[in-house]
């Protein structure tokens, strides 16, 4: 089963699912063990299918690392807090971590646009 902990200490996933925002960013920094890579994404790929049937989903993408690399980011957006939140928390969802493998420790946080002028907006 993968093991969770904060990206922010101070501000961890826990926290932030009480959050009222609309639209936000999930992050999620993954690490596992090389020898067990292709179990995460067998993992990671069942989770995404699930997720993107779920209300407020809006699109994923995974990177890898390169270079032998076995740290991964998910990065998915959702419309609300509350949409990630009910399926973060969904029943089905939390027993299909135990597919993760051991060596598996991830870091999730939600992100909000911040509008830069000249630079991005929001």
């Given at each position: ?27 999620n ?23 993107k ?44 971590l ?14 909000a646009?911040v509008?830069v ?6």
């Open positions: 089963m993968v093991t969770f902990e904060p990206l922010d200490p101070v501000v961890p996933i826990s926290a932030q699912l009480g959050v009222d925002a609309a639209p936000v960013v999930l992050v920094l993954i690490t596992v063990d090389p020898a067990d890579a292709d179990a995460l994404l067998a993992a990671w790929e069942h989770d995404a299918n699930w997720m049937c779920q209300p407020g989903y809006i699109s994923t993408q995974l990177h890898r690392g390169i270079g032998g690399s076995a740290v991964f980011l998910n990065y998915a957006i959702w419309e609300s807090v509350a949409h990630f939140r009910a399926a973060f928390s969904h029943p089905e969802f939390r027993s299909a135990g597919a993760y493998p051991s060596s598996a420790v991830t870091r999730p946080h939600l992100f646009k509008a002028p000249n630079l991005c907006t929001a």
